[in-house]
Nanobody, 115 residues
Framework: QVQPVESGGGLVQAGESLRLSCAAS????????MGWFRQAPGKGRELVAR????????EYADSVKGRFTIFRDNVKNTVWLQMNNLKPEDTAVYYC????????WGQGTQVTVSS
């Protein structure tokens, strides 16, 4: 079982940046496609970005394309999401997981962007 632990969220103003980190406990996620997901208040969980086992980004949501970058270090067993030019509509709880995601989800990390 891969047990992701997210960190790096916080409260920022529009236009600022954050970097989210996802570290694995239990089994490593080396060799798996990984994704960042988010859930805004009153909405379902959506895929933000995903990255292949070799470090090639595979997909970005249209709403974040050009602003967010996903990258990974398989030696450190860590996946990051660099978020630039944040907007209020990015406010959500952010989760990382394997893609396609299994049933298990971590606690996520809260990102709040004020206008």
């Amino acid at each position: 079982q891969v047990q992701p632990v997210e960190s790096g969220g916080g409260l920022v103003q529009a236009g600022e940046s954050l970097r989210l980190s996802c570290a694995a406990s239990g089994r490593t996620f080396t060799g798996y496609t990984m994704g960042w997901f988010r859930q805004a208040p009153g909405k379902g969980r959506e895929l933000v970005a995903r990255i292949g086992w070799s470090g090639i980004p595979l997909e970005y949501a249209d709403s974040v394309k050009g602003r967010f970058t996903i990258f990974r270090d398989n030696v450190k067993n860590t996946v990051w999401l660099q978020m630039n030019n944040l907007k209020p509509e990015d406010t959500a709880v952010y989760y990382c997981n394997k893609y396609p995601p299994p049933d298990y989800w971590g606690q996520g990390t809260q990102v709040t962007v004020s206008s």
